[in-house]
């Protein structure tokens, strides 16, 4: 099974602080990649997706860099109620998960 | 609408006991998946059903893992002679089909195995 890396933290930022956190692949054929979101003992749900084109949404924008086969995620002006772990999701059937990238952002 | 549930939420069970699982996917999701969660650990994947597929059971980590899905719906994942390492919850996640990506996931049974 084709694996995703994360660094696995935790990041502690004070509120308003952009953090970014990386995720690299090993699978170069990959087209299509997520971030899901997992709140402490509760289950993982999809944030956003990541193509070729990334994508932003608010304060989050997630990047895919092909050629060094990682996707990025910046989250801007961090919230208290952004603490939680950030899975990397690679697109295969079923999909891959990473072990997950811990936030903590402090008040 | 209804999203994904499973049952129970919690299980205390004593080593060697047989334990069932049970997902009730989103109604019309015809893929499934069984995932394991250790505490602080990443989600591995368990096995999937598409539709009347035979099942991926790739990620079973022995042979007391079994799994079955009736009627395309319902799944229930059953651990024989449960061991103290089969703590951890376990999660289940349905899609419209396999090549749709956002997975939704229910709450997690949380097994404890003394």
């Known amino acids: 099974r084709k694996e995703v890396e994360q660094d696995p933290g935790p990041f502690n930022v004070p509120e308003g602080a952009t953090v970014a956190f990386n995720c690299t692949y090993s699978?170069?054929?990959?087209?299509?990649f997520f971030w899901y979101r997992q709140d402490c003992r509760k289950e993982p749900k999809l944030l956003m997706s990541?193509?070729?084109s990334g994508n932003e949404d608010g304060r989050f924008t997630a990047q895919l860099n092909r050629a060094s086969q990682y996707i990025s995620l910046l989250i801007r002006d961090s919230k208290l109620s952004d603490s939680a772990t950030y899975l990397c999701?690679?697109?295969?059937?079923?999909?891959?998960f990473g072990k997950g990238t811990r936030l903590s952002v402090i008040a | 609408g209804a999203g994904v549930s499973q049952s129970p939420s919690n299980k205390v069970t004593e080593k060697g006991k047989d334990v069932e699982l049970r997902c009730d996917p989103i109604?019309?999701?015809?893929?499934l998946y069984w995932y394991r969660q250790s505490l602080g650990q990443g989600l591995e994947f368990l096995i999937y059903?598409?539709?009347?597929?035979?099942?991926?059971k790739s990620g079973l980590p022995s042979d007391r893992f079994s799994a079955e899905r009736t009627g395309g719906s319902v799944s229930t994942l059953t651990i024989q002679r449960t061991q103290q390492e089969d703590s951890a919850v376990y999660l289940c996640?349905?899609?419209?089909?396999?090549?749709?990506?956002?997975?939704?996931f229910g709450p997690g049974t949380r097994l404890t195995v003394t």
């Open positions: 996640a349905s899609s419209l089909d396999s090549a749709a990506y956002e997975q939704y």
């Open positions: 699978n170069s054929a990959s087209q299509s």
């Open positions: 990541v193509y070729s």
């Open positions: 999701v690679s697109e295969h059937t079923p999909l891959v």
């Open positions: 109604s019309g999701h015809t893929a």
């Open positions: 059903f598409q539709g009347n597929s035979a099942p991926d």
